[in-house]
């Protein structure tokens, strides 16, 4: 009989494949397939991190896996004759609970799926970006964010004005400044800071 080596980075190694194997095939969780091959969760993903090759293979087996709920969701989806039932009239019917049921599923499964593979099935998110002015603000560090706001107000106000455009007011009237009493402008009280 083989008695494992707990010691040894080749067991571990080879647990962690056997982990892998397991997510691709589907049907268990992380944490049963690392109970199953005597590894913590812990040790599994540390290893994942230093080994290239584990790490695509654990890439891969997610995606694998995200799809096989996704084929699971669509068989699913498909009607069977179960969905339809006889009431006491003699008139078929939709099996609400099942539906329902089916439906539940159908979520659940999607939604692991795009757990598993965002890029393939999660939701797409863009964000646009828009502006002329690129800085990195540092939180915390006043003077650099009172000259870059400085700084981008010069620039807009000895920009030339394009066609069409009206300039907005300051401030709406019959309104006072929260700022009033503390100086013309942020850029004077920026530079009593400095």
């Not at 991190?49 to 890439?59: A, F, P, S, Y």
């Not at 339809?84 to 049921?101: E, P």
Request: a neutral charge; proline letters at 3%; one cysteine or more.
């Amino acid at each position: 009989m083989y008695k494992l080596d707990l010691n040894a980075t080749e067991d571990w190694i080879g647990r962690c494949w056997g982990v892998v194997e397991g997510i691709m095939k589907g049907g268990d969780s992380v944490a049963q397939l690392c109970e199953a091959w005597a590894i913590s969760q812990d040790r599994l993903y540390r290893t994942i991190l230093k080994d290239k090759n584990l790490k695509e293979g654990m890439t891969l087996a997610r995606q694998i896996r995200a799809q096989r709920y996704a084929d699971e969701a669509l068989d699913l989806s498909r009607p069977t004759k179960e969905d339809w039932a006889l009431d006491n009239f003699g008139r078929y019917s939709a099996n609400a609970g099942l539906i329902q049921r089916d439906t539940l599923r159908i979520n659940t499964l999607l939604k692991l799926a795009a757990k598993y593979d965002p890029e393939l099935f999660g939701d797409r998110i863009t964000t646009e970006h828009v502006g002329t002015e690129r800085a990195s603000i540092v939180i915390g560090d006043t003077k650099t964010a009172a000259a870059i706001i400085a700084r981008a107000r010069e620039q807009r106000l000895a920009a030339p004005k394009e066609a069409g455009t009206i300039d907005a007011p300051a401030q709406p009237a019959g309104k006072t400044s929260a700022n009033e009493g503390k100086g013309k402008n942020h850029e004077q009280d920026a530079e009593k800071q400095r």
